[in-house]
């Protein structure tokens, strides 16, 4: 039997007369026995935000329209990171500095528990999502650090530092291919690596690229075949929407731009689509736009629904 996720992200499975099934949801059968399954994500989420909110949104991937609130996190925060299992969101770090890992379910919607801590408390770092795992890189404390943590999907517990970061760094975005984790940019600087850290063993990071532009307080998505970085401070508000392969280590190419400049959006990915959700210009903090943008052709983004309350410095969650 063959498995492919498009992101890939552990499920439960039961195999019965050619038969897959997550839960009790039959997600594809047929008489033979090899085949593949797409495993498709329905929605969004923004959790926390500024100025400290603990609100958890949740917006449709099957349709454009604006978000609804559907849970709080156990503490108001902002410059907070997501990470997403098959079943979860989890929300870790953040200010009011701290080491707290949130987590919600996706099947039901409620409020968020307290399910361990980062091993140091600190903000703005990157998020990234292995089929086990979610790992926090980087990050403020409020002295930049270089830390990989860890912390598993399959139980309740606290992080372990794992590896480090070419860098020391804060702000950055965090993307996940199928084996690795990505953090893009950040500062100080502001900076334009793209390090890699691999899944399967705990290890440092590898300087592997560069984003187009040097920048922090930028949003991360993920493709199944590409990393994306959206929006940003550089300084100012940047549009670019920049994207760099999985496949092989090389630097990112402008492929788009968002519907509006902005620095500290919450990336989210579906199958198809990447999202960037809130933010904040210079002169307008406390966006609520939500863009989705093509995995597809590269194009620029379109403003597709609203959050519901501005905000930036906010987590992505994706499930």
């Known amino acids: 039997m063959t498995i492919s996720k498009i992101p890939t992200y552990m499920i439960s499975t039961t195999y019965d007369n ?10 594809y059968s047929t008489a033979n026995s090899s085949f593949i399954v797409t495993l498709a994500f329905m929605n969004g989420y923004t959790s926390a935000g500024t100025t400290n909110v603990n609100t958890i949104d949740k917006f449709p991937f099957a ?25 979860h969101g989890y929300t870790s770090g953040g200010s009011p500095i701290t080491d707290t890992i949130d987590k919600f379910s996706f099947s039901a919607d409620g409020n968020a ?3 361990g801590n980062l091993t140091q ?24 650090t ?12 606290n992080a372990t530092d794992v590896g480090d970061l070419t860098v020391s760094r804060q702000g950055a975005a965090g993307q996940s291919s199928d084996a690795s984790g990505y953090t893009s940019g950040g500062t100080p600087g502001p900076l334009n690596t793209v390090d890699k850290f691999p899944f399967s063993s705990d290890a440092n990071a590898a300087d592997v690229g560069d984003i187009t532009q040097a920048r922090f307080y930028n949003a991360g998505q993920s493709s199944s075949t590409n990393g994306y970085n959206s929006g940003g401070f550089s300084p100012g508000a940047v549009n670019t ?42 002169l307008t903090p406390n966006l609520n736009t939500i863009d989705k943008f093509p995995f597809a052709s590269d194009a620029n983004a379109t ?6 309350q501005g905000r930036y410095h906010s987590a992505g969650q994706q499930g």
């Open 241 to 282: 929407v920049d994207k760099f392969p999985f496949s092989s280590d090389n630097n990112a190419t402008d492929v788009g731009d968002l519907s509006q400049a902005r620095y500290g959006s919450a990336g989210q990915s579906s199958t198809t689509s990447g999202y960037t959700s809130g933010g904040a210009t210079p």
């Open 18 to 27: 050619a038969k897959i099934a997550v839960g009790s949801n039959v997600i």
């Open 146 to 157: 270089n830390t990989i943590d860890k912390f598993s999907f399959t139980a309740d517990g």
């Open 63 to 87: 349709t454009d329209a604006n978000a609804t609130d559907v849970g709080d996190l156990t503490q108001s925060r902002q410059w907070v990171v997501g990470q997403s299992s098959s079943t």
């Open 303 to 308: 403003d597709v629904g609203d959050l519901t």
């Open 113 to 115: 528990t307290d399910v």
């Open 121 to 144: 408390s600190r903000w703005f770092p990157a998020g990234q999502s292995s089929n086990e795992n979610g790992y926090a890189s980087g990050g403020g404390s409020p002295t930049t």
